[in-house]
Every structure is written in structure tokens, then in C-alpha cells.
């Protein structure tokens, strides 16, 4: 949770976990009819045929991106056996007594925070773990996605197989668990379920699901075309290497979205415009050719996917620039004029594209898709192919920090603006520059909100907090003491322990803060790094108030 609400975390170029992104369509497959026909991923859920759910919970996008690959590998199967019907539903969506109905489930899910389900698969999972169906005739599978640099690695996957085996559902093929982007692993346990689909004696599933009405509002799918009406500087920034810390206020009226204090909200950015001008070099093509919105596009209207766009339009608002998949280097293997540069690629590729080849890794560490098409330029790939080879632009996720109770209507946000070098060219983080550069006051952005229900205030305002927000860390709770100022007269004790490296350069907020300890709301402890030969952090005050703490802990739990 803290990690989130660090204005800058999604801006990190080395997590490359944002792979792929919901489009309109996939949440309520199966059970709903669809507004929009594009999708190929728009089936509605039928009487007859052999029905397979693939079910998945995904918080940034990789398991869903694995869904669909799967689907495509079970469609394909329709050939040998054209009852054969996938459905692909978010588990966010999924009503989970229809489990009582299903043939065959196979899971997709992922772990996230400190071993815990994704946002939006919550109630699902909490439903799963607690819940006493009979599921003895359910034939089920588990790909867990998650990372074992974490110690709860792929728990979330784990804790539901073993909750579904407990209920009588019968594990087809052994579960998987994914660590990262493992493909070969993902392959492994599709190929075994294909082979399971030509050996099943699948029934005909003469059930059907109740329809469910499309869920209205503006969601990471459908996002709301907000309003930038506020935009200042919080730090005093002089160049390179100081701290540029901004406040933005969006303007949310008439969207009807709604927040508590503690929510993330997503923005979409738009890339930076002379970023895409180096691609377009590197790609050798013209900006005005014609493209196709993609099919995973977030929907500005319902008319979009009639529009076309240029290419330097689809890349601006849908492709991420800056990771590169390995799909890109395979395409430029088959393609390459210059033979120096196809035997380097060769040697790059010989131990294949998977996680063990560390030479890979390595090279791809904070490579953008211009990096790689610039060093192997004797490609003659057409665009088209080279965006079939590019992720999604995912949004990023901001702590909201203001509280609806102040003004409904006005989200704001707290972002460190990334800048740094690598390989020797100057790079920006996407969608913080995109706030700081690119977006004027006035101009509007696609926004949505993001849930976080473990990251909230105590309903008892009496019962005293602690908050330890050093940097963007601060922005959450921002929020959280504002609304504490609406029960100044009998709130509990509020903590606020703030860090940055000057009093006069990045002491965010500061006139707020000094404000709220001055009114007797809070007590401010700020640790200002560089002010002094020791480095003192939070922690450092943290020790040293060790008694009030431990008095507060001890009162309270
Ligand atoms: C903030 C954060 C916390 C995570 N926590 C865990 C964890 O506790 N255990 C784990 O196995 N993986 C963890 N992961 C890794 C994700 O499960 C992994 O990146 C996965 O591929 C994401 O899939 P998704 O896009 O479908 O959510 C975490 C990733 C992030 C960004």
C-alpha cells in the first residue's frame, strides 16, 4: 500500500510487469452482451456447447494479457472440436455461485502487495476462501502469476487452489506458478491443457448464466475526460538533480466517480512528443500513415473504434515506448539486411527468450523500443508489425491526495517528476512529465479511480494515528488529515512523520503542515536529510520517539 502511494512508483522504467491493459469488453464476457462487436474477445455466454471459463484477477495487466493468449489457444482448438466454447471473465466480475455450473475453471490470478489478491479480485477471493459450495464436479487449473523476490510468492494462487480442492473441484493439470513474465512455464501449462481438452470427456453444458446489466460509469475501460485546473510547483526546483515535486488539480465534475481517502486515482499520459519523433525515425516511417485504434484501447466514445488515427497519434496515446518486449527482437531476427547486425542478435537470442537468458535481461534493462530499432537499423519491418511487437500504455496510479469530504469534485494529485540519463540520452518518465511538460491548465485527461480498501483512516476518528509519508509518501495523507480536521475538536492523536532533504527546497506542503501542527491537529516530526553531516530519516525520528509510539501501539491494539 505504501508502495502506491508514492507518486512516482509507476514511473519506475525497470518494473515492466504493465504489460497489457483490460479493453471495454473483457469484464463481463460470457454473461453479458456487449455493447461493442470488435473485440474477438466478445462471446456471449451460449446454452449449449462445452463450456471453459477462464477466470482471471490481474492488477496490472499480465494475467489478463495470459488470458487472452489462452483463450486464442483454446479458439484455435475449436477446429478439432467446435463446441468447444471459452469464456474469458475478470474474476471481478464473476458471480461466484455460478462455479456451482461450470464444467472446467481455469484460474489466472496474481499476487500483489505483501502477498495479497489484486484489487479488484478481492471480493472474489475473500468469497472463495470463505465460502462452503460444493464444487465436486468442477475440473479446475491454477496458473499463479507472481515474483519470487517476494517472500509470499504466488500465494494468492496457492491459497485458492488448495481452498477449491478442500470444496471437491479436481485439479486437472498440475497449478503453475509464473515467476514474472515466465513464458516457457505459461507455455508448459497450456500445452498440458490442450492435451487435457483432447483426451476430456467434456458434457454439454445445457445451463446458462442469468445476463448481467453492463456496469455503467467511467472505469479504467471507459475513463473520464477530466480537467487540469490547477498545476504549481511544490519543491524549488533549479535543474537537474534537485527534487521537482508538483500539485495538480484535476476536475472530476459530472463524471459521478467517487473516492475515499486512501484511493489511487489512474491517469492515461500521453508520451512525450519528441520521443515519438525519434521512434518514428527509428521505425523509417511516415507519421500520417494510417492506423487502427487497437482493440484494447481505453474508449474515449463509444464511436472510437470507427475512427482511425495516424501512427504518430496511436503512438502518442496507446503504445508504451519505453519497454521492450522480446516479441520485437524475434520479429527483427527474421528480418535484418545487415548480417553483422543479424549474427549479433543471433548470439543475443541463442538461449531463447525467456527469463534464463540473463545476457537477454540484461540488455533489455532499461532499453526503449527506439534503442533497440536504432541499433539494429537495416530492419525494414512495417509499422504495422512493429506495433503488434509494442505493450499497451498503461496508466499510472497516483494516491489521491485530497478528500472528497473537502470538495467532491477535485482530485488531487502529488508526483515526483522523473527525469534521468541512461545510455547516455536524457528520459523521462511518462506520465509525470506528461502532467509537468505537456498538459496545460485547461486541457483534460483520462482519469479513473483506483480502490484501495486496506489503506484507510480508522472509522473512529477518537483512535490516534501514526503516518509515516516521507516525499510523495505525504500525499495519502494529506488527505487523511484533512478529514481528521473535520473533527478537530475530539480527534484522536494525529503523528504526520514527513521527510525530505532541505527545509527550503523539498519540504512539500509545507505551509499546510506547519498550519495543521500550529492549530494543534497534528504532531509534525520532520526529518530533513541534508541538513546536517548525519543523514537523519524518518526512522531516525521514529527510534527516537520510540516511547510515544510504543505507548500509542500498546493503548490501541
Ligand atoms: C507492489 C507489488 C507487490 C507484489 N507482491 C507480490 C507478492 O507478494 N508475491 C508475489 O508472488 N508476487 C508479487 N508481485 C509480483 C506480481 O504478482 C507479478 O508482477 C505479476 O506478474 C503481476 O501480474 P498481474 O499483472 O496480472 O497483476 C508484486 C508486484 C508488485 C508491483
Redesign the pocket.
Known amino acids: 500500500t505504501l ?2 502511494s508514492t507518486g512516482s512508483f509507476y514511473e519506475d522504467n525497470s ?1 515492466d ?3 497489457d491493459k483490460d479493453s471495454n469488453t473483457e469484464s463481463n464476457l460470457g454473461n453479458v452482451k456487449q455493447k461493442s462487436s470488435h473485440s474477438k474477445y466478445t462471446v456471449e455466454y451460449t446454452t449449449e456447447g462445452k463450456q471453459i471459463l477462464i477466470l482471471y484477477g ?7 494479457e495470459v488470458a487472452k493468449h489462452l483463450f486464442d489457444r483454446i479458439c484455435e482448438h475449436q477446429s478439432l472440436d467446435p463446441l468447444i466454447q471459452p469464456r474469458l471473465v475478470n474474476a471481478s466480475k464473476y458471480e461466484c455461485l455460478d462455479l456451482m455450473r461450470e464444467q472446467v475453471c481455469l484460474l489466472l490470478i ?7 489478491p ?1 484489487t479488484d479480485a478481492r471480493p472474489f477471493y475473500d468469497y472463495i476462501m470463505s465460502a462452503t459450495i460444493d464444487l465436486h464436479h468442477l475440473r479446475f487449473s491454477v496458473l499463479a ?4 523476490n ?6 494468492t494462487g496457492r491459497s485458492l487452489e488448495s481452498r477449491l480442492l478442500q470444496m471437491g473441484g479436481k485439479s486437472i493439470i498440475p497449478r503453475q506458478d ?1 515467476d ?2 515466465d513464458w516457457s512455464a505459461i507455455y508448459s501449462w497450456i500445452s498440458k491443457f490442450i492435451n487435457f481438452l483432447t483426451s476430456a470427456d467434456l458434457r454439454v453444458n445445457l445451463d446458462y448464466l442469468r445476463l448481467k446489466q453492463e456496469e455503467e460509469g467511467y472505469n479504467r475501460h471507459r475513463p473520464f475526460m477530466a480537467t487540469l485546473k490547477v498545476k504549481r510547483l511544490l519543491t524549488s526546483y533549479q535543474g537537474p538533480g534537485d527534487k521537482e515535486t508538483i500539485h495538480c488539480e484535476l476536475d472530476i465534475t459530472g463524471s459521478g466517480l467517487t473516492w475515499t481517502s486512501g484511493d489511487a486515482v489512474g491517469i492515461y499520459p500521453q508520451n512525450n512528443k519528441s520521443e515519438v519523433d525519434w521512434l518514428l525515425k527509428c521505425m523509417k516511417c511516415q507519421d500520417s500513415d494510417p492506423v487502427q485504434i487497437p482493440d484494447w484501447a481505453y474508449k474515449e466514445d463509444e464511436n472510437q473504434l470507427e475512427k482511425q488515427i495516424n501512427l504518430r497519434q496511436a503512438l502518442m496515446t496507446y503504445y508504451d515506448l519505453k519497454n521492450v518486449k522480446t516479441d520485437l527482437l524475434l520479429a527483427l531476427q527474421d528480418n535484418l539486411k545487415a548480417s553483422k547486425q543479424k549474427i549479433r542478435l543471433s548470439e543475443l537470442l541463442r538461449e531463447g527468450v525467456s527469463k534464463a537468458n540473463c545476457e537477454l535481461k540484461e540488455y533489455l534493462s532499461g532499453k526503449e523500443v527506439a534503442d533497440v530499432l536504432e541499433e539494429y537499423d537495416s530492419h525494414t519491418l512495417p509499422h504495422h508489425q512493429i506495433l503488434s511487437c509494442m505493450k499497451p500504455l498503461q496508466p499510472r496510479y497516483y494516491s489521491i491526495s485530497s478528500s472528497p469530504l473537502i470538495d467532491k469534485n477535485t482530485v488531487c494529485v502529488t508526483a515526483a517528476v522523473v527525469r534521468y540519463e541512461l545510455l547516455g540520452i536524457p528520459r523521462t518518465g511518462v506520465t509525470t512529465t506528461f502532467l509537468q511538460d505537456r498538459l496545460e491548465v485547461g486541457e483534460r485527461c483520462p482519469v479513473f479511480m483506483s480502490r484501495n480498501p486496506d489503506f484507510r483512516l480508522p472509522a473512529d476518528h477518537r483512535i490516534p494515528v501514526i503516518l509515516i509519508g516521507p516525499g510523495t509518501g505525504i500525499a495519502p495523507f494529506r488527505a487523511f488529515v484533512q478529514e481528521r480536521a473535520l473533527h478537530k475538536q475530539d480527534c484522536g492523536e494525529v503523528h504526520l512523520y514527513f521527510g525530505c532533504r532541505h527545509r527550503d527546497n523539498d519540504y512539500l506542503y509545507s505551509q499546510e503542515l506547519e498550519t495543521w501542527k500550529k492549530e494543534e491537529l497534528i504532531s509534525l516530526h520532520v526529518a530533513f536529510s541534508r541538513e546536517q553531516e548525519r543523514k537523519v530519516y524518518v526512522q531516525h525520528l521514529l527510534v527516537h520517539d520510540e516511547a510515544i509510539i510504543w505507548k500509542l501501539i500498546n493503548q490501541f491494539t
Not at 490481474?58 to 489478463?64: A, I, L
Not at 496474481?110 to 495479497?116: A, E, L, W
Not at 502469476?145 to 519470487?148: E, K, Q
Open positions: 508502495t502506491k518494473f510487469a504493465f504489460i490481474t492488477e496490472y495487466g499480465f494475467s489478463e496474481s499476487t500483489s502487495g505483501d502477498g495479497v489484486p502469476m507472481g515474483d519470487s517476494y517472500p509470499q510468492f504466488c500465494k509464473v514474472m513474465e
